[in-house]
């Protein structure tokens, strides 16, 4: 009895050469496709949580530093005016004023 085979013949030369290559390049393609997305949706996610998170945390930071800029600012012009009645440094550090306001920075701000 002779055997029976049911394996198809492929077919063989140049010809199945670009076939079994078009076949590799097609599952390729599929894996970088599905590959990229879930590096897009992990990186999405991973974008959303760092963003929500900056914005939490860094926001009240941010406002807190320009409030504490307006009020330095506001105490320099009470100072100034202080210091054109009459009153000292001294003075004016006994009132509570920051060392901020009293002094001018020696390095910043100089034109």
Do not use: C, H
């Amino acid at each position: 009895m002779a055997k029976s085979t049911t394996k198809e013949q492929q077919p063989g030369g140049i010809k199945g050469f670009f076939l079994r290559a078009g076949k590799s390049f097609q599952s390729g393609g599929i894996f970088a496709k599905d590959t990229t997305m879930w590096l897009a949706k992990k990186g999405a996610t991973f974008g959303f949580i760092f963003i929500t998170t900056a914005m939490v945390t860094l926001m009240p930071l941010l406002m807190e530093i320009v409030r504490e800029g307006t009020m330095i600012e506001s105490e320099r012009s009470q100072a100034k005016e202080m210091r054109n009645k009459g009153y000292t440094d001294r003075q004016l550090q006994e009132m509570g004023f920051s060392q901020a306001a009293i002094y001018s920075p020696s390095v910043a701000l100089q034109k």
